[in-house]
């Protein structure tokens, strides 16, 4: 069977819902950019309606044109036609990967995501082989390439943090709580806070137990799978979601803590989409009822206030698939805001798009560098000293741009900020 | 399209911006309408130069061209139904000048509507038109289909604000049209004649269009009604008493659960149908009309009258009605918006013909519009895969655009003509005014390249 014709069926629903208004224009960061209509959703989804019509195949320029694009949701919560072009869009990622296959380095990329013990033994020697690829940028943010490695998602301009010589995951699995225990929970930590920002993973825990939460960290969770899936590899995708739902029903929980929204995205929306085994989709659905997002989760069962002075002036950066994604932008500003000594000054734009958009600021980086622009003008114009954001991605993109024009202000997760304010030991204020 | 003349495109703007490859051709293909045509190339230029090139090169070999502002046309003018140049202006898109001491903006046709009604409001002045679909379309896209909108009412449409065009005719040459001092002209008013043209008679390269103040001040109100008649004989009611409110939009109980499903407003989703009102003026003036409104509603047995207390709550609810459209796509999936007009004292009347005829042919029909100028927007709600039911579309569009007529109406207020009301077209200006409107289009565009199949170019439909 065609690959179009194993889809077709699926799709006419949605893409029937488009009326092709265009209000999708006023939304589209990558649209705000390029200006064409071939980076619109409307575009796509005409795009993939002309491939069930028969009127296009499959190609590689399609292929290119439906991976030019952040999955930022943007379009999805604009559309007044309520098209869910963020599953239109994956599927159609889907089946140009069966068709024409993953970008090589890409998929060896997702096969070592899945070995996890691979990839962390990659990263044991990992620290001492970056040091050959990468160098210390001069201003102490991080690495640059030595070399351009645009296949392993490396740019020669683009500054990456050192990855952690001891990943989060190699703290003791079980943290009893401060004081009662309140809840039990599961952090699932995702691989930008185990192996790029553990201290903001530390952060999360140690907040959770001061909450009196008792905070465990599976020992077999894999990389959540966004990347593979988002790229349309979803055999890859799925293995990694059944690891994880595995790996997550095997204990009883109160609930699933994460700290990457795309992570929680994809436990809480996603993997409903790309799983198939009826059985895996029943415990998956009563795992999805238990994610939530750090701050979500405080919020809920009510956070201790016991908060010290913080003198910091912030700005709150939404992160596409916290805000449109998970639905959370009002805990973290609440929480926030309720730090004495915190000015807390909104940015324009807060909900927009950073141009990260996982693999996307590898492929389009340019474009990216755009996007961000607009964000850290946004940011600067607030004259806050840390820019707050709940998204590790956000963060190394933010801090990439901010890097490249010298900007004083910090980028912090916000679990980092509310650790110091509960005054947590070797959490210190930050400035 | 043949190599040479992509070459030819490539050297007069530049090979990033002519796009031939299909996949960036389908993207091209479709406006806020039903129908695709898929273009040759696309071009997308970024100077009045480089279009003249562009026609010239088009007139020379023959080549069709299809002027494209954002595509949210309802009507279809910027489908490439003939294949061709799909010429997309968004790249010409600045703000040249608000000169606040003449109160005229000078503005190239790729400026976003929303765009150039923020900028002028920043300056301290007023420009009304304001299409729904404002955030998206542009200034170019406006004029050529003489978009109106919500304040139609009070402030009339697009086509009130030009006082001059620069325009590219079918040979490539360049003329101006009107002035930017006073929109005078020695000899006719061939601004008045571009302007709703939709891109058949020239290609519209620059705009100067006339500000006005900023009303002092502004009350939004919403009227809650349990028959649509009852709403639609408010409007007439209000009209004849002689209070022209800034606004007056209708609403029947679809859009507004559609809408509401959309936007979580709180409009009242169990009202048979609901006016949006808006008064402005000096604060004094802007009492006593509400008043006199909410009297008129209440006599025309309104169940409910709400009063905007805040900004934030007035703002919600014109969100709410800029949305109605594309929230409609939540209903059924294909949406033929229809923009038929009626003298606003047969407004009942045709609210009840509209009614007649979605039962008559079992088809389910919203309505909404700016009630105020009688205009009204009936949509019918289908999918164009079901084709039996498709067919009843069709009968039923006819039958709604003969009694528009026989109310006195017209086939469109605001939307356009395009490829898909070109076919009655004749119905409405007859036998002669189609003659002579299609010579004023053969002596200005003698191959018939520019924007072909639509308007007085497509082929019209026999009067049954
Ligand atoms: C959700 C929604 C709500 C809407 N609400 C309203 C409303 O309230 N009132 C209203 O009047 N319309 C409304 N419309 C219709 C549409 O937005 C208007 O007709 C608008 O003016 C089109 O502008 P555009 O830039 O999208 O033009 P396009 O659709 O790109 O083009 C429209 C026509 O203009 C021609 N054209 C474009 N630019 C030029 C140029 N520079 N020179 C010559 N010809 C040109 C094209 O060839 C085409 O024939 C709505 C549409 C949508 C989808
Ligand atoms: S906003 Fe939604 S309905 Fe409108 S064109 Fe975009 S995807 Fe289609
Ligand atoms: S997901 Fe974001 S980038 Fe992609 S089409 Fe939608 S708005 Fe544009």
Redesign the interface.
């Known amino acids: 069977m065609k690959t179009t014709d194993k889809y077709k069926h699926d799709w006419q629903e949605q893409l029937a819902k488009c009326i092709r208004c265009g209000t999708c224009r006023s939304v589209c960061p990558v649209f705000a950019v390029t200006g064409n209509e071939n980076s619109t959703a409307r575009g796509k989804v005409r795009l993939i309606e002309a491939v069930t019509e028969g009127d296009l195949e499959l190609t590689h320029e399609m292929q290119q044109r439906i991976s030019q694009c952040l999955m930022c949701k943007a379009c999805v919560t604009g559309c007044p036609s309520s098209v869910k072009t963020d599953w239109l869009f994956l599927d159609a990622r889907k089946a140009l990967a069966e068709e024409n296959s993953v970008p090589f380095m890409k998929k060896l990329a997702f096969t070592s995501l899945t070995y996890r013990w691979l990839f962390e033994k990659a990263l044991g020697a990992g620290t001492l082989l970056q040091r050959l690829v990468l160098k210390d940028s001069p201003d102490g943010r991080g690495m640059v390439s030595r070399i351009p490695l645009p296949a392993a998602g490396l740019n020669a301009r683009r500054i990456i943090p050192p990855l952690a010589t001891k990943p989060l995951r190699s703290n003791p699995l079980v943290l009893k709580p401060r004081g009662p225990r309140r809840a039990r929970v599961a952090f699932f930590t995702g691989c930008m806070l185990n192996y790029v920002y553990p201290d903001a993973g530390k952060a999360i825990v140690d907040i959770l137990v001061h909450n009196g939460i008792e905070v465990t960290l599976p020992i077999d969770q894999y990389c959540c799978g966004t990347p593979a899936f988002t790229s349309g590899d979803f055999p890859v995708g799925r293995y990694l979601a059944e690891r994880n739902i595995e790996a997550l029903s095997k204990q009883p929980l109160d609930a699933i803590i994460t700290g990457c929204p795309s992570c929680g995205l994809a436990l809480k929306h996603e993997y409903g989409h790309i799983i198939d085994d009826p059985r895996l989709k029943e415990k998956w659905t009563e795992i999805a009822t238990k994610v939530h997002d750090i701050t979500q989760f405080l919020v809920e069962i009510g956070h201790r206030e016991d908060f010290h002075e913080v003198k910091l002036k912030l700005t709150y950066h939404d992160p596409c698939h916290l805000v449109r994604g998970m639905g959370v932008s009002q805990e973290p500003r609440q929480m926030l805001k309720a730090i004495p000594g915190i000015d807390f000054v909104e940015m324009a734009h807060a909900d927009e798009c950073c141009g990260a958009g996982g693999t996307f600021s590898l492929s389009y980086y340019d474009i990216s560098r755009q996007i961000n622009d607009k964000k850290l003008d946004a940011a600067q114009d607030t004259n806050a000293q840390v820019l707050v954001t709940g998204c590790s991605v956000c963060r190394m993109h933010i801090d990439d741009g901010l890097s490249r024009r010298q900007g004083t202000i910090k980028v912090r997760h916000t679990a980092e900020i509310l650790a110091a304010a509960y005054r947590i030991p070797g959490k210190e204020v930050i400035s | 399209m043949r190599p040479p003349v992509i070459e030819e495109l490539s050297s007069l703007v530049g090979r990033e911006y002519v ?1 031939d ?4 051709r ?9 129908r ?1 045509g ?1 273009p040759e190339v696309v071009v ?1 230029p970024g100077s009045v130069e480089e279009i003249m090139g562009i026609v010239r090169l088009a007139s020379r070999r023959g080549i069709p061209i299809t002027p494209r502002g ?3 046309g309802l009507s279809g003018g910027a489908v490439p139904i003939k294949g061709g140049i799909c010429l ?1 202006l ?2 010409l898109n600045r703000i040249l000048e608000i000169d606040v001491v003449n109160r005229v903006a000078t503005v190239e046709p790729g400026v ?1 509507t929303d765009d150039l009604a923020s900028a002028v409001s920043r300056a301290g002045l007023f420009y009304p038109p304001d299409p729904s ?1 404002s ?3 542009t200034i170019g896209g406006n004029i050529a289909e003489c978009a109106g909108g919500p304040r139609g009412v009070k402030y009339g449409v697009t086509r009130d604000y030009v006082l001059g065009l620069e325009v590219v005719l079918p040979s490539g040459d360049l003329v101006q049209v009107g002035n930017p001092v006073d929109g005078e002209m020695s000899g006719p008013d061939w601004t008045m004649l571009l302007v709703g043209s939709e891109g058949t008679l020239g290609i519209v390269t620059r705009i100067f269009l006339r500000l006005v103040d900023k009303p002092a001040t502004k009350k939004t109100l919403l009227a809650v009604f349990e028959t649509l008649e009852d709403a639609a004989t408010s409007v007439s009611t209000l009209i004849a008493s002689g209070t022209i409110p800034t606004t007056l939009e209708i609403m029947d109980n679809l859009t507004i659960r559609a809408v509401e499903d ?1 936007l979580k407003v709180g409009l009242p989703v169990a009202a048979e149908a609901i006016l949006l009102i808006e008064v402005d003026g000096a604060p004094s003036a802007v009492e006593k009309h509400c008043d006199h409104v909410i009297a008129v509603c209440k006599r025309c047995n309104a169940s409910d009258i709400q009063v905007a207390e805040t900004e934030d709550q007035a703002d919600k609810l014109w969100r709410a009605r800029r ?1 109605i ?6 209903i059924n ?3 033929i918006s229809e923009d038929a007009t009626v003298p606003r004292s047969q407004l009942p009347a045709m609210v009840r013909r509209i009614k007649e005829i979605a039962t008559k042919y079992d088809l389910k029909m919203v309505v909404f519009g700016h009630a105020g100028d009688g205009n009204l927007h009936p949509n019918i709600l289908t ?3 079901n084709l039996e039911e498709m067919q009843r579309v069709e009968r039923a569009i006819e039958e709604l655009f003969r009694c528009t007529l026989e109310l006195g109406g017209t086939l469109s207020g605001e939307h356009g003509i395009g490829y898909m009301k070109a076919p009655f077209l004749e119905w409405e200006t007859g036998r002669d005014g189609f003659a002579l409107a299609r010579q004023v289009k053969d002596s200005v565009d003698p191959k018939g390249l520019l924007n072909p199949g639509k308007m007085f170019s497509a082929i019209s439909q026999q009067i049954t």
């Open positions: 796009m490859k299909l996949e960036d389908i993207c091209y293909s479709c406006d806020a309408t039903f695709s898929v997308r954002a595509s949210t997309d968004t790249r976003i679909s955030k998206v379309c959309y949305a459209s594309p929230a409609c796509g939540r999936p294909t949406k999918n164009k895969h």
